[in-house]
Nanobody, 123 residues
């Protein structure tokens, strides 16, 4: 399984970005999928996830601002990040695992990871 993220960049506070993650060679429907992020000197934390049953879950810090979605025809996972804040600055990683039906935001629950895409938010 390969996960390739894109869409990161530098924005000002209040701006938006849409991150993408292409999952190959399997259809995204077979996996629970998630976005994690890691800032320098901090632990990797779960941001948003979608179980293979379609349910979603979000970290409290991003609820109402971020939306996770998937396009099964394109085998792509998305993270729409709106109203970005400087504290959202981090490397964002896509993760996948075929074991879970329910959404999970614990990094130990995921076996497959992308290489990351950097998001930088300036004040």
């Amino acid at each position: 399984v390969q996960l390739v993220e894109s869409g990161g960049g530098s924005v000002q506070s209040g701006g938006s970005l849409r991150l993408s993650c292409i999952v190959s060679p399997y259809t995204v429907m077979r996996y629970s999928l998630a976005w994690f992020r890691q800032a320098p000197g901090k632990e990797r934390e779960g941001v948003a996830c979608i179980g293979s049953g379609g349910r979603t879950a979000y970290a409290d810090s991003v609820k109402g601002r971020f939306t996770i979605s998937q396009d099964n025809d394109k085998d792509t996972l998305y993270l729409q990040a709106n109203n970005l804040k400087p504290e959202d600055t981090a490397m964002y990683y896509c993760a996948a695992d075929p074991r879970w039906w329910t959404p999970r935001l614990t990094k130990d629950d995921y076996n497959y990871w992308g290489q990351g895409t950097q998001v930088t938010v300036s004040s």
